[in-house]
């Protein structure tokens, strides 16, 4: 065989070779994506089922119970946990925002048991819905949004992070209430 041929062929294999390389790679990182986008629903999911057995725990008159006077109601609470978890999907994530409004955790007729169980997991399920649409190749996008305080700035994955921080901050800001009234808070629940 002529010499230019052998290295024809030794090029055509050494391409071959490259390209299933990158194929196999980028096969690897979305089978990552998609391992992460599972876990973080599941999260989620375990939030939002979690934050359930606070609700249901805490009796239908205490929910306009406040630990102090300069601190939320119980209803305050679970409602900006409901509004910074809609407010992130739809910053973060790019979903449209669930509610009507984005003051409604001040709003005295929605502070009642039922509205404030309504709002709770209607933010979940945008939450856990924007992360299932989402495609894994965008997590690592970055978001810029002005919010009190400024201008913030996270990838996708971080703003899901963060929303997740933040709804576990204001649960656990709860068992307060519930120790105050003498009453047990939900066990902790991290599976």
Known sequence: MPNFLVKLTDMKLFFGLLLSL???????????????????????????????????????DKYGYRATDSMRTFAQQMLHLAGANAGMAFIGLGVPYVFNSQNFEKSPALQNKDSVVFYVNTSYNAMINAIKNLDVNKLGE??????????????????????????????????????????????????
């Open 142 to 191: 970055v978001v810029s949004w002005n919010l009190p305080g400024g201008k913030r700035t996270a990838t996708r994955l971080g703003w899901i992070l963060k929303a997740f921080e933040h709804q576990t901050h204001h649960r656990a800001q709860c068992t307060v209430y519930f120790r105050l009234q003498n009453i047990r808070p939900p066990a902790e629940k991290l599976f």
């Open 22 to 60: 990158v194929a196999f790679s980028a096969s690897g990182q979305n089978a990552l994506g998609d391992s992460l986008k599972n876990q973080l629903v599941q999260d989620w999911v375990r939030a939002k089922a979690y934050t359930q057995e606070y609700l249901d725990a805490m009796p239908a």
